[in-house]
């Protein structure tokens, strides 16, 4: 319950690192069945608040409510941003380079490791049930990061297209893309990946990446030149920057095997 309460916040405060913002207040509200373990609503009202107070998040208020059905939390998040320097999804251009922070396809990899606790037959899927390997990529989807200090370093250097990859990178490319009226080239070859996911996952590392999503890094778009000299110049104590591609005249998205490659269907059987 703990953990629960620290992600969801954490899932919140993505979308404000997904504009350059700072977090200033949070609201939660929790609606449980009466039979549900009192321990369990404090724990998770632990797991919150320490994550609030870490990001420097103040937690005004929320509400506890009565319901027939399952759990459910609600986190709303505010935050605020220098005049004019805010990131938004609808600010790239043909041209622009289309680059990631971190790494993707761990938070996927960790719920591939859990459905196969389960379907193992593993009561409640005790932590000791995986090896050490699976459960790096657990602790990925189970904890995951706002990448705030990236944001905010983003909108300081002068980008203004962003968002975070919560449904997977394909998805928010498309997203992007269509935002800002124009296409983007997705280069294969280029998706960083966490170490070891190509040996653990040999047929699936790629669908992890592309489309796994709950990374909860940021995706940005800004001219080649500023791109690379964010990247000479970025702090070592932030999630590395990565050109994945980059933003074209159309719409949609195209996957390459690589830049000014073929698409990867016809090259590898690997991609799906």
Same mark, same amino acid.
Request: with cysteine; net charge negative; aromatic share 4%.
């Given at each position: 319950?703990?953990?629960?309460?620290?992600?969801?916040?954490?899932?919140?405060?993505?979308?404000?690192?997904?504009?350059?913002?700072?977090?200033?207040?949070?609201?939660?509200?929790?609606?449980?069945?009466?039979?549900?373990?009192?321990?369990? *609503?404090?724990?998770?009202?632990? $797991?919150?608040?320490? @994550? +609030? =107070?870490?990001?420097? %998040? /103040?937690?005004?208020?929320? #509400?506890?409510?009565?319901?027939?059905?399952?759990?459910?939390?609600?986190?709303?998040?505010?935050?605020?941003?220098?005049?004019?320097?805010?990131?938004?999804?609808?600010?790239?251009?043909?041209?622009?380079?289309?680059?990631?922070?971190?790494?993707?396809?761990?938070?996927?990899?960790?719920?591939?490791?859990?459905?196969?606790?389960?379907?193992?037959?593993?009561?409640?899927?005790?932590?000791?049930?995986?090896?050490?390997?699976?459960?790096?990529?657990?602790?990925?989807?189970?904890?995951? *990061?706002?990448?705030?200090?990236? $944001?905010?370093?983003? @909108? +300081? =250097?002068?980008?203004? %297209? /962003?968002?975070?990859?919560? #449904?997977?990178?394909?998805?928010?490319?498309?997203?992007?893309?269509?935002?800002?009226?124009?296409?983007?080239?997705?280069?294969?070859?280029?998706?960083?990946?966490?170490?070891?996911?190509?040996?653990?996952?040999?047929?699936?590392?790629?669908?992890?990446?592309l489309a796994g999503g709950e990374d909860f890094e940021l995706v940005f778009c800004a001219p080649p030149d500023t791109v690379s000299g964010l990247a000479g110049a970025w702090p070592?104590?932030?999630?590395?920057?990565?050109?994945?591609?980059?933003?074209?005249?159309?719409?949609?998205?195209?996957?390459?095997?690589?830049?000014?490659?073929?698409?990867?269907? /016809?090259?590898?059987?690997?991609?799906?």
């Amino acid at each position: 319950p703990r953990a629960l309460g620290r992600r969801a916040l954490t899932v919140a405060l993505s979308d404000l690192a997904a504009m350059g913002a700072a977090p200033a207040w949070c609201t939660a509200t929790l609606c449980a069945p009466g039979s549900t373990e009192l321990e369990d *609503v404090l724990e998770i009202q632990r $797991g919150l608040v320490a @994550a +609030a =107070a870490e990001a420097g %998040c /103040a937690v005004a208020g929320g #509400d506890l409510s009565d319901t027939p059905g399952g759990l459910v939390i609600d986190v709303a998040v505010g935050g605020t941003a220098a005049p004019g320097r805010w990131l938004r999804r609808g600010a790239a251009s043909p041209g622009d380079a289309m680059a990631v922070t971190g790494c993707l396809g761990a938070a996927a990899a960790g719920v591939a490791a859990l459905r196969l606790a389960e379907f193992s037959g593993l009561d409640g899927i005790p932590d000791n049930s995986l090896s050490d390997e699976l459960l790096r990529w657990v602790a990925a989807f189970r904890a995951p *990061v706002a990448r705030l200090d990236e $944001g905010q370093h983003l @909108a +300081a =250097a002068g980008v203004r %297209c /962003a968002g975070d990859i919560s #449904d997977g990178l394909v998805v928010e490319c498309a997203r992007t893309a269509a935002a800002s009226g124009c296409g983007v080239e997705l280069w294969g070859d280029r998706v960083p990946v966490p170490e070891g996911l190509r040996e653990q996952f040999p047929d699936e590392w790629r669908g992890f990446a592309l489309a796994g999503g709950e990374d909860f890094e940021l995706v940005f778009c800004a001219p080649p030149d500023t791109v690379s000299g964010l990247a000479g110049a970025w702090p070592a104590e932030l999630a590395p920057l990565h050109v994945v591609g980059r933003m074209t005249e159309g719409a949609g998205v195209v996957l390459l095997d690589r830049e000014n490659g073929s698409p990867p269907h /016809a090259r590898s059987r690997h991609w799906r």
